[in-house]
């Protein structure tokens, strides 16, 4: 007699042990990656995390970086897969621009800081990872990115959105915005709709008042072949305080682009031309050097921003003020201080009591701009209805992202900018907006 299929049983479409305890290590490396970062989240941090065995771990996977790689692809995936499918309702409707930006903002953001720790994970742990881990995800992260540049390109083409800027940086732009808040975010404060709904405002409408919109704003200097600025520490004199400084170049150059916990000792001895002995000479540990790196970085954002705006009188109004404040800040975050951007890039990684030593310059900063901002504001060129804190947080979020993805080098290729131009780009796009007006 044959044998008939037949329909499964609820057991068998259950998960099975196994398959239960995966999904728990996953999800508490993913917890982990997300509020620690990679290389703090031990194979044994997780397993405790997970409440399993630490040897029984390995039954399911290899090794950290397995549980990585699978932690990454869940996490964009799950994303991709909710943007694109909104996509696709969007355009069969044909909604406009006001309806669609707002609501894949807000997907994007809700998957990042509330909805999935595997995303916000794929988010913090991305920049500090190696070639082959990223090219494997790349295709992915390419089709996420096609979606908004799909979006971008159809409403720039439809007259909704300007035309001035290049569809690629601007999705970077935009998306790293995005991405940057799990840094500042305070989802117990407030909620992420709440959040979703000030971004996509300032994003699409500017933060200018409506009188003066589109007011001429200085133009970027050029930056082709010129350091911009030295950092405001002295120059080393003396040639124990020259090569303490030396080592201090090397540590934030290693930092910047390998990540702290990578930048070793003796990695930074190689890249200073240095026994790694003789550091000690100079420095008794790692997180001293590191301290000394992340001050010298706040301190030549501090310094060059304050000296670049602190004479009002040069200013024909607040607009031109926040323009070259942002550029300023620009370029010491991508070419004139290797200690700002090595700052920037491992801020994420950082444990919280690293962090807290360093937060009396930060709010230092934060003041600046919010003086900045606020002077703006009562002045009438800024809209009275942006609290000044949020954006503020939104807005160098904005900018520190672009560590991550403007490259210098690619300048030259076609959809890309150099970094005059970008400045220009992001000057328009925070002070008047996205959208096309007549």
Same mark, same amino acid.
């Given at each position: ?53 630490? +040897? ?20 964009? #995936? ?14 069969? =409707? ?16 809700? %998957? ?5 720790? %595997?995303?916000?994970?794929?988010? #913090? ?23 908004? &540049? ?13 035309? &001035? ?22 989802? /117990? ?42 950092? #405001? ?16 170049? !090397?540590?934030?150059?290693?930092? =910047? ?14 890249? /200073? ?21 992340? &001050? ?18 040069? %200013? ?6 926040? /323009? ?17 951007? !090595? ?37 009438? &060129? ?14 160098? +979020? ?41």
């Amino acid at each position: 007699m044959q044998n008939t299929p037949t329909e499964p049983t609820i057991a068998s479409t259950l998960p099975t042990k196994s398959e239960r305890t995966r999904a728990q290590i996953l999800s508490a490396a993913a917890l982990l990656f997300r509020e620690e970062g990679h290389s703090a989240a031990t194979m044994r941090r997780i397993s405790q995390t997970a409440g399993i065995e630490a +040897g029984s771990i390995y039954y399911h996977f290899r090794s950290k970086e397995d549980i990585l790689d699978a932690v990454l692809e869940i996490g964009l #995936r799950d994303l991709y897969n909710s943007v694109e499918g909104y996509w696709k309702e969007a355009k069969t =409707r044909g909604d406009g621009v006001r309806i669609v930006f707002p609501e894949m903002v807000d997907l994007h953001l809700r %998957f990042l800081l509330t909805q999935s720790d %595997f995303t916000s994970a794929n988010i #913090r742990t991305y920049p500090v990872l190696g070639e082959k881990l990223r090219a494997q995800h790349r295709p992915l992260r390419k089709a996420y990115a096609a979606l908004w &540049d799909e979006m971008f390109t159809l409403f720039q083409n439809s007259g909704s959105l300007r035309t &001035d800027m290049r569809v690629v940086p601007l999705r970077q732009f935009i998306l790293g915005a995005l991405n940057w808040t799990v840094e500042w975010y305070d989802t /117990a404060h407030y909620p992420v709709q709440e959040l979703s709904q000030r971004m996509s405002k300032l994003l699409l409408e500017g933060m200018s008042e409506e009188l003066v919109h589109g007011h001429p704003i200085p133009a970027p200097q050029s930056t082709t072949g010129e350091q911009v600025g030295r950092p #405001r520490h002295e120059t080393a004199k003396g040639k124990a305080a020259r090569s303490r400084e030396q080592v201090l170049t !090397a540590a934030a150059l290693t930092i =910047r682009e390998n990540g702290y916990k990578a930048a070793t000792m003796r990695s930074i001895a190689q890249a /200073a031309g240095s026994e790694a002995g003789s550091i000690y000479y100079h420095f008794p540990s790692k997180e001293h050097i590191l301290d000394e790196v992340l &001050d010298l970085g706040l301190r030549d954002l501090l310094n060059g921003v304050r000296d670049a705006v602190t004479d009002t009188s040069a %200013f024909s109004d607040h607009r031109s003020r926040i /323009a070259v404040a942002m550029e300023t800040h620009l370029k010491y975050l991508i070419q004139a201080s290797e200690f700002t951007s !090595a700052n920037i890039r491992v801020y994420g990684q950082l444990p919280k009591d690293v962090r807290a030593r360093h937060l009396p310059v930060r709010h230092e900063y934060a003041r600046l701009w919010d003086g900045i901002l606020s002077e703006a504001q009562k002045a009438g &060129d800024i809209r009275s209805d942006i609290r000044v804190v949020p954006l503020r947080q939104a807005m160098l +979020g904005a900018l520190n992202w672009t560590v991550e993805w403007f490259d210098l080098d690619k300048s030259t290729k076609d959809n890309h900018y150099d970094l005059r131009d970008l400045t220009s780009m992001l000057q328009k796009l925070l002070l008047d907006g996205l959208l096309f007006k007549s």
